[in-house]
């Protein structure tokens, strides 16, 4: 039977071996000629000693980078570009990058090693647009974002993105990202957005504004048009009324003359029935107008304008969010509970 100690010797003999292996296949970094001709547009902007001073940092922070010290690599690149822009240890410090993971600071890396354009030179132009272009196909993704709310603050993940009304768009890391909006007198707006490497999504942000409004029950000229109508009624009613008392003495008058001589000639009924029909109809207007002005009193009371905020729009129990990518177009759903 076999020793243990055996086995173990074995394993670590094989894993000193594989990591030998790992340090002769991993991929060099590709280490830019820095000093060039000399005549490049970055060799106008620095000063001799500068550039000196960031070639030495330059050729350290390449040798760490082949022994696969990739931290320390990226510290002296950067050390190196504080002293002089140049897109070539830009290039590197983009490959370390890349290495660490870091791929949103190495494409951020390339994008500004970009703005030399044809000073890079044919074939340096040509690897950092590839370069670039896998990483926002295989690595990166992108969220755009349209606001409609001028002078409105949009974040990214907490951090400011850009203001005003309009459309943003910037690359991010795969994954899910959060977006708000904001602005003094308004609802805040939040949207979360998921998505995948090579991926586009794309968020709306519609704000709702937040102010005080006055409110009524009704209509404000309702309450008021039935206290109207009431005083109308009451009105007839006090016409009917007049009438009644002008009949009445019609009818007296008319008993009067008709016995000035001891004999009555006929009892003039019809003039005191036509004198009650009318006082009843008068009472009953009064009654009905009495009732309606009371009504619409009390409707105009209980109809008094009342300030209160504006709400938000409720969000949406399913939320949809469009995502792009260069084979398909998709949506992505968010539901809540």
């Known amino acids: 039977m076999e ?72 510290e002296l690149y ?13 290039w590197n410090l983009a490959l370390v990058l890349e290495d660490l993971g870091q791929y949103l600071r190495a494409h951020q890396q390339l994008e500004r090693a970009l703005r030399w354009d044809a000073a890079l030179g044919a074939e340096r132009l040509r690897e950092v647009q590839d370069r670039m272009r896998a990483l926002e196909t295989q690595r990166l993704a992108r969220i755009e974002a349209d606001s409609d709310e001028p002078g409105a603050e949009i974040k990214l993940d907490g951090q400011t993105w850009f203001r005003g009304a309009g459309t943003q768009s910037t690359l991010v890391l795969p994954g899910e990202h959060y977006i708000s909006a904001s602005k003094a007198g308004y609802f805040p707006v939040t949207r979360s957005v998921s998505v995948t490497a090579g991926q586009t999504a794309r968020a709306a942000l519609s704000m709702d504004e937040d102010r005080l409004i006055d409110t009524r029950r009704w209509t404000a000229w309702k309450p008021w048009a039935v206290v109207a109508a009431g005083v109308a009624v009451a009105a007839v009613g006090a016409g009917l009324e007049r009438r009644t008392f002008a009949d009445r003495r019609a009818a007296a008058d008319a008993l009067a003359r008709g016995c000035n001589t001891g004999r009555c000639k006929s009892n003039p009924s019809d ?35 009342r300030a209160h905020r504006t709400e938000a729009r409720a969000p949406s129990r399913i939320e949809l969010t469009p995502i792009l990518s260069p084979h398909q177009a998709e949506l992505s759903a968010l539901v809540r509970f």
């Open 3 to 74: 020793s243990p100690t055996r086995y173990l010797l074995i394993r670590a003999v094989a894993a000193a071996g594989l990591a030998a292996l790992a340090l002769v296949l991993a991929p060099p970094a590709a280490r830019a000629e820095v000093p060039r001709t000399g005549g490049e547009p970055w060799h106008q902007q620095s000063t001799a000693d500068a550039r000196q001073h960031a070639q030495t940092l330059f050729a350290q922070a390449f040798d760490k980078h082949q022994q696969l010290l990739r931290g320390d690599a990226m």
């Open 78 to 90: 950067e050390q190196a570009l504080a002293l002089w822009d140049n897109p070539d240890i830009r």
């Open 271 to 305: 003039i005191y029935d036509r004198a009650k029909l009318e006082n009843g109809l008068a009472i009953g207007a009064f009654a009905v107008g009495g009732t309606a002005v009371a009504v619409g009193l009390t409707l105009a009371w209980l109809n008094q304008s």
